[in-house]
C-alpha cells in the first residue's frame, strides 16, 4: 500500500527552462514532506521540506509547493541545470518514519 | 568528514548464508534508519532506531534483524538470505526524526545480490 505516489518515472527539461516534479500522498494526516535528490551510487541527499502549516516553501532555485486539499506537493526548479540530472523522490514523515515516494528521473539537457 | 560508513559496498551471497551490513555515522546522531531501494522502486524502510538499545520496525522488516548498542553502530543483520532480498540497502541517521535543520545524512548504499 503505497503511502507516497510519484507517478512519472523521468522528466526531460531543456536547461533554463522549469522542472515540475510531482507527488502525491494517501493520508490527510500527514504532515511534513520532504524532497531528497539522488545520483547514481550515491545516497540520497536532502534537498527541502515543507511543513503542513505552509503551502509554499523556496531555497534558492527550489521551490516546492504544498496543496493539503488534493494531497499533492510539487517541486519546482528554475531555471533548470545540467547538474540537476538526478532521480528525485518525495517523502514523508509519519511517527518516526519516512516513506518514499519511486522517483522520477529527471534529465536537462544543455 | 566521513558522516555515515556502511560497510561493505558489494557483496554477493549465495542463498540461505547471513551476512551482517555495516553502518557507522560520526555526527552524533541519534536516529538511525535501514532502507531497501528495489530497482524502480523507492525506499522502503526496513528498521529504524531513535536512541542507543532502542530499535523498532519499519514496512518492510521480515528477514531482518538490528541491534544498536552504541550511538555509532546501526548493523543490520540477515540470517538465511534469499533472493529476494536482493537489493541496494542505504543506512542513514539524523539528530532527531522530524527536523528541516538537521535532515537525514544517507550513506552511499551497500548492492546486495544473492544467487
Known amino acids: 500500500d503505497q503511502q507516497v505516489k510519484q507517478n512519472s518515472p523521468s522528466l526531460s527539461v531543456q536547461e533554463g527552462r522549469i522542472s515540475i516534479l510531482n507527488c502525491d500522498y494517501t493520508n490527510s494526516m500527514f504532515d511534513y514532506f520532504l524532497w531528497y535528490k539522488k545520483y547514481p551510487a550515491e545516497g540520497p541527499t536532502f534537498l527541502i521540506s515543507?511543513?503542513?502549516?505552509?503551502d509554499k516553501n523556496e531555497d534558492g532555485r527550489f521551490t516546492v509547493f504544498l496543496n493539503k486539499s488534493a494531497k499533492h506537493l510539487s517541486l519546482h526548479i528554475v531555471p533548470s541545470q545540467p547538474g540537476d540530472s538526478a532521480v528525485y523522490f518525495c517523502?514523508?514523515?509519519?511517527?518516526?518514519?519516512?516513506?518514499f515516494g519511486s522517483g522520477t528521473k529527471l534529465n536537462v539537457k544543455p | 568528514n566521513a558522516g555515515v560508513t556502511q560497510t561493505p559496498k558489494f557483496r554477493i551471497l549465495k542463498i540461505g548464508q547471513s551476512m551482517t551490513l555495516q553502518c557507522a555515522q560520526d555526527?552524533?546522531?541519534?536516529?538511525m534508519y535501514w532502507y531497501r531501494q528495489d530497482p524502480g522502486m523507492g525506499l522502503k524502510l526496513i528498521y529504524y532506531?531513535?536512541?542507543?538499545?532502542?530499535?523498532d520496525k519499519g514496512e518492510v522488516p521480515n528477514g531482518y534483524n538490528v541491534s544498536r548498542s552504541t550511538t555509532e553502530d546501526f548493523p543490520l543483520r540477515l540470517e538465511l538470505a534469499a533472493p529476494s532480498q536482493t537489493s541496494v540497502y542505504f543506512c542513514?541517521?539524523?539528530?532527531?526524526?522530524?527536523?528541516?535543520?538537521?535532515?537525514?545524512?544517507f550513506g552511499d548504499g551497500t548492492r546486495l545480490s544473492i544467487l
Open positions: 532506531s531513535v536512541g542507543a538499545g532502542i530499535t
Open positions: 517523502a514523508v514523515y509519519n511517527f518516526n518514519k519516512f516513506y
Open positions: 555526527m552524533n546522531h541519534n536516529y
Open positions: 542513514a541517521s539524523s539528530l532527531t526524526g522530524r527536523n528541516s535543520n538537521q535532515p537525514q545524512h
Open positions: 515543507i511543513s503542513s502549516i505552509k
